[in-house]
């Protein structure tokens, strides 16, 4: 079966950076784009970013850009976000998804799910 599996989640001052992995397995990984999205207590789920098949489009959610960064790993089956200048308002519980179309934003758009990773940014 899929599954996507989350990793690099944690506690960081405010302005440091972390990188978040998301490892794929039980699918064609170049044949889906991937997404990173988010959930704070009390919020809606968020998009973050995607990232098309090859990696050559990606798509950012205004409060990250030029701050986080997604990539992929077309070999290992592994999507990344480098969260750089992280906010107090970044802490969330982040997910990966999988959508065998192209990149979109609503959550309920993609096939897939990881079980998601914890980000703490402190002030």
């Known amino acids: 079966q899929v599954q996507l599996v989350e990793s690099g989640g944690g506690l960081v001052q405010a302005g440091g950076s972390l990188r978040l992995s998301c490892a794929a397995s039980?699918?064609?990984?170049?044949?889906?784009?991937m997404g990173w999205f988010r959930q704070a207590p009390g919020k809606e789920r968020e998009f973050v970013a995607g990232?098309?098949?090859?990696?050559?489009?990606?798509h950012y959610a205004a409060s990250v850009s030029g701050r986080f960064t997604i990539s992929r790993d077309n070999v290992r089956n592994t999507v990344y976000l480098q969260m750089n200048s992280l906010k107090p308002e970044d802490t969330a519980v982040y997910y990966c998804?999988?959508?065998?179309?192209?990149?979109?934003?609503?959550?309920?758009?993609?096939?897939?799910w990881g079980q998601g990773t914890q980000v703490t940014v402190s002030s």
């Open positions: 990232i098309s098949y090859s990696g050559g489009r990606t």
């Open positions: 039980g699918l064609t990984f170049g044949s889906y784009t």
């Open positions: 998804a999988a959508r065998s179309r192209d990149i979109n934003i609503p959550s309920r758009l993609y096939d897939y």
